[in-house]
């Protein structure tokens, strides 16, 4: 893309773009081919240190939007609200992309949200004479219908409206193998280029020494005692705090192995079962809520504990967890969790639900990582990794297996697949 210097780029991320990992490695991975970039997105999280700094990258953020807690409120209210929503995010859109930025040669959004996402992206596409790139993460109807039920005509409207939208498209990217299909053979959209999310160079595995360093650290912040004998088993749980994340499912996992844990305990008090801190990341709408519940367990040996962590200390954490843990039910069941490239490039085995078919293209159950379904599956799964911690001869096969097949970073795959896009004619 050397020759193609003059190229220009605008990325649209109708939300957070500091917790928009993947658009904001699109956003890196033009740049440094070569491309001007202007990003239009929500402020909020600080972006990565090394897209502040591009010299090719300019971020044209606005207010963010206040979120409102809406749970309480009737249906028709709702729907009132997400319209005025709308209707603002339009107009800021339209003027971004049609009037103020210097034209572009392709405008790259992210979906979802598809609303007004697809609209405003495609009329200043055609205006502008740009090409439209859609990068589908998942389907925006599919999250709607979290909220309402799938046969509520405001999801019907949704769906038809993505799908209508979606098929004007110039060139498609998407997360999985899976969604490529779906894609081709019920939304009239072939040929998707399936980027997988995959780890950036940040998301290596450590040595157990930087490994060890950290986590006592981490234990220290925590405030857990040091004086309990074995170090703890260290899980770590990335989310968003969102509706896609099965927090009812963890909670009670925890506490049935817990009880697992105190019935082993009893019965051989000679050798007791280690304890589990299993630390929750992250920011996101359902934080409070679901932290209100944690604070209302009571648990002796498994302790859930929410920790925000400096994006310099993140790709650590997960490097020196001793296992990593997804609760990401899919609302589509096509779209991958970015978590779990992370986790891997660090180096850590994933305990993931299976919300489908879709999640072998990243987890062969039992060779880097292990299935759940229940939280009776998941409480087992944690009592019998951490029997006898350390060590755990199952825990170290699974972290082995994870570290001798890693995959390609980000920059590699995206030069492989996603440069073509932004140089073809």
């Known amino acids: 893309m050397s020759t193609e210097r003059s190229r220009r780029v605008a990325v649209v991320v109708l939300g957070d773009f500091g917790r928009?990992?993947?658009?904001?490695?699109?956003?890196?991975?033009?740049?440094?081919?070569?491309?001007?970039?202007?990003?239009?997105?929500?402020?909020?999280?600080?972006?990565?240190?090394?897209?502040?700094?591009?010299?090719?990258?300019?971020?044209?953020?606005?207010?963010?939007?206040?979120?409102?807690?809406?749970?309480?409120?009737?249906?028709a209210l709702i729907a009132a609200l997400m319209a005025l929503r709308v209707c603002k995010q339009s107009l800021q859109l339209l003027w971004m992309l049609g009037l103020r930025l210097p034209k572009p040669d392709f405008i790259l959004a992210q979906n979802p949200p598809a609303i007004p996402t697809l609209l405003i992206a495609l009329i200043a596409a055609r205006v502008r004479s740009a090409r439209l790139v859609i990068d589908w993460h998942n389907f925006g109807f599919s999250m709607l219908a979290l909220r309402f039920?799938?046969?509520?005509?405001?999801?019907?409207?949704?769906?038809?409206?993505?799908?209508?939208?979606?098929?004007?498209?110039?060139?498609?990217?998407c997360?999985?193998?899976?969604?490529?299909?779906?894609?081709?053979?019920?939304?009239?959209?072939?040929?998707?280029i399936v980027l997988y999310d995959r780890p950036a160079a940040q998301f290596a595995p450590a040595t157990p020494e930087m490994r060890q360093d950290f986590v006592n650290r981490i234990l220290a912040e925590l405030d857990f005692p040091?004086?309990?004998?074995?170090?703890?088993?260290?899980?770590?749980?990335?989310?968003?705090?969102?509706?896609?994340?099965?927090?009812?499912?963890?909670?009670?996992?925890?506490?049935?192995?817990?009880?697992?844990?105190?019935?082993?305990?009893?019965?051989?008090?000679g050798h007791p079962h280690s304890h589990l801190v299993i630390v929750i990341t992250g920011q996101g709408p359902l934080r409070d809520r679901y932290l209100k519940e944690i604070a209302s367990l009571s648990l002796e040996k498994v302790h859930l504990r929410a920790l925000w962590l400096?994006?310099?200390?993140?790709?650590?954490?997960?490097?020196?967890?001793?296992?990593?843990?997804?609760?990401?039910?899919?609302?589509?069941?096509?779209?991958?969790?970015?978590?779990?490239?992370?986790?891997?490039?660090?180096?850590a085995p994933v305990l993931a639900l299976n919300y489908g078919a879709c999640l072998a293209e990243q987890i062969r159950d039992g060779e880097n990582g292990l299935l759940f379904e229940t939280a009776d599956q998941l409480a087992s799964q944690l009592y019998e990794l951490f029997d006898g911690f350390p060590?755990?001869?199952?825990?170290?096969?699974?972290?082995?297996?994870?570290?001798?097949?890693?995959?390609?970073?980000?920059?590699?795959g995206w030069n492989a697949e996603a440069a073509p896009i932004f140089t073809a004619p």
């Open 20 to 75: 928009s990992p993947r658009m904001q490695y699109h956003a890196l991975a033009l740049a440094e081919s070569g491309v001007d970039v202007d990003v239009v997105a929500y402020d909020g999280t600080p972006p990565l240190a090394a897209l502040r700094e591009q010299p090719r990258v300019r971020l044209h953020l606005l207010p963010p939007s206040r979120s409102r807690q809406q749970d309480d409120l009737p249906s």
């Open 149 to 173: 039920k799938p046969e509520n005509p405001l999801v019907r409207l949704a769906r038809w409206y993505e799908q209508t939208l979606g098929r004007h498209g110039d060139r498609h990217i």
């Open 175 to 192: 997360v999985s193998r899976a969604m490529s299909l779906e894609l081709a053979a019920h939304w009239g959209i072939p040929g998707a």
């Open 226 to 269: 040091s004086n309990r004998g074995q170090r703890p088993g260290l899980v770590v749980y990335p989310t968003s705090w969102t509706a896609d994340e099965d927090f009812e499912l963890l909670l009670e996992a925890a506490v049935r192995c817990d009880a697992m844990i105190g019935d082993h305990d009893r019965r051989d008090a």
């Open 310 to 347: 400096a994006p310099e200390d993140y790709p650590m954490m997960l490097a020196a967890a001793d296992l990593g843990l997804c609760c990401h039910r899919s609302s589509s069941g096509f779209d991958l969790p970015m978590k779990i490239a992370d986790l891997m490039g660090a180096g």
């Open 391 to 412: 060590p755990s001869p199952r825990l170290d096969k699974l972290r082995d297996n994870v570290q001798r097949r890693r995959s390609m970073q980000w920059s590699e």
